[in-house]
């Protein structure tokens, strides 16, 4: 009895739709299907734009920071570069796109992004005894929403289907 399948005696058709389900399977693999955490996402993706609108420190808005309107040191310009790349930009492109590697690098990255916020306020907080100002509204929330979404990402990206 021959025990090949009806596609490997050579018929082309069969072998071409193998092939075709076999890369549809590895385009299914590589997506995720967030669900209701992607409407939590995109709030924490919006958290992050408002808190780039607010003030950081003083009256200096987050967005002035990131273009280098302004100058306060480089931690609070390395929070806001770290939370537009992983909280906004990759946020929003794992979000369009469900792919799982981006959702994954949004984990990451917005956990890094959740440190250097952290590390910003706190360098700000310790400094305030000297005259300098302390963290703004605009920062706080930032922190919140990077957090925030390290952890809806890290859920996200966990649960791949």
């Known amino acids: 009895m021959n025990e090949k399948a009806p596609w490997e005696h050579g018929g082309g058709e069969l072998s071409a ?3 075709e389900l076999a890369g ?8 995720i299907d967030p669900g209701v955490a992607a409407l939590v996402a995109a709030v924490g ?7 780039l609108l607010l003030p950081w420190v003083g009256s200096t808005a987050g967005w002035q920071l990131l273009v280098g309107a302004q100058y306060l040191g480089p ?23 469900r792919l799982w590697a981006l959702a994954w690098v949004s984990a990451v990255g917005s956990g890094i992004a ?6 910003a306020i ?6 305030a005894f000297e005259g300098i100002d302390g963290p703004g509204p605009g920062l706080i929330l930032t922190v919140l929403a990077t957090a ?11 649960q791949r289907r």
């Open 45 to 51: 993706v919006l958290a992050v734009v408002g808190g």
């Open 75 to 97: 931690l609070p310009r390395l929070s806001t570069i770290t939370a537009t790349v992983f909280g906004l930009v990759t946020g929003v492109l794992a979000l369009t796109t």
């Open 114 to 119: 959740t440190v250097n916020g952290i590390w």
């Open 148 to 158: 925030l979404l390290t952890f809806t990402w890290a859920k996200i990206s966990l």
């Open 17 to 19: 739709l193998e092939s």
């Open 24 to 31: 549809v399977a590895r385009r299914v693999e590589r997506r």
């Open 122 to 127: 706190w360098t700000r907080q310790t400094g």
